[in-house]
């Protein structure tokens, strides 16, 4: 009878754990989800307001191809997705070129840039630029295609487990060798995604037997589904002077006494539901410099939109931050940020944190 009690208990301690475990997973891949605002909210940001000599556009190349001809991005054009391309139970977030738009059925089978989760931050694995190009085949595979002046290169490669890097199923590079006098296309092969010819099998070939390779390749791209960033719900916040009266209607908050230092529009891409304007105040702060504030909200409305944005009266952001906001999306999840200044130019940003 203690023998059966004994295994009960452990059966019953088992499934406790289980469950407890599927749960954390189920609440850190949401987590992971939402950690990818940041990186997304800088992506629209970028496009909104594309300047080809922005400080970032280096760090945007992998856009940089698509405003070549045109001198512009549109929010239309570029979407992303978030899935888990690992079957590690954390997303990947992946950009792309929508080439099919229909609103929240659009497609793209061109990727520009994919991030992972590494030490719980989102990093960037890799992205297209220089000429060098990605395509969805599927199943967490990308065809490659590039030219590195000295080779033509084409490959197919993926993640690791984990997500932190690149992994190549097969990496190819060409180039015309001499061969007892007379020039061979050599084929050149490796599993290291580098050009290096002594760690690659070599083949002569015929053209058109590296264009069977080729296409072998390329048949298998196909098209992911994308969400076009201009679906995407981003606040903007702006100096009232800035926006040089772009705005004719809008909602108001106004300090019950005094002067207000500034005056800022709070302006949704799209209607938010639920919006708060919160005044923060420093409570007290743990090792890892974690803030913990005492909240006031100073204003609420149930909903703003694009078209008339909310104009609030703010006393000037100081070291600690000591204003906030949230608002809820149209698919029910809660955005909150910080609002502060930027300490290179002074211009108003929103920083996302769970105040």
Known sequence: MKKFILTFLIL????????????????????????YDTVIDDYYDYVATYNSKSSKAERYKCLAEMALFSGKLNLKDIGYTI?????????????????????????????????????????????????????????????YSGNSGKYQTFGV????????KRKWDNFYFIKTKKVYGYYRTILFNNKTGKTDEKASKEKTIRDTEFTKVWKKVFDR?????MT????????????KEDVKGKF????????????????????????????????????????????????????????LTPKKPLLADVHMFGTIPNLGISYVDDSGRTHKYIVHQSGEDGSLLLTKEDF
Do not use: W
């Open 12 to 35: 019953v301690f088992a499934f406790f754990l289980c469950t407890n475990v599927y749960a954390a997973t189920d609440d850190e891949s949401e987590d992971y989800a939402d950690s």
């Open 221 to 225: 791209v196909k098209p992911m589904k």
């Open 228 to 239: 076009p960033l201009n679906l995407y719900t981003r606040m903007s916040v702006y100096y």
């Open 83 to 143: 899935e888990d391309i690992t079957g590690d139970d954390i997303p990947e977030l992946i950009f792309g070129k929508v080439d099919k738009y229909d609103g929240e059925n659009s497609t793209g089978k061109h990727v520009r840039a994919v991030y992972s989760i590494v030490k719980g931050e989102p990093k960037l694995i890799f992205q297209s630029k220089d000429g060098n190009s990605y395509s969805n085949i599927g199943e967490g595979k990308f065809a």
């Open 248 to 303: 004719k209607n809008y909602k108001k908050y106004e300090l019950e006494s005094g002067e207000p230092e500034a005056r800022v529009f709070f302006v949704p891409s799209k209607t938010v539901k639920n919006f708060k304007l919160i005044g923060l105040t420093f409570k007290s702060s743990d090792d890892e410099g974690n803030i913990v504030y005492d909240q006031n909200v100073l204003y609420q409305t149930k909903t």
């Open 157 to 164: 490669c993926g993640l690791t487990e984990s997500g932190n």
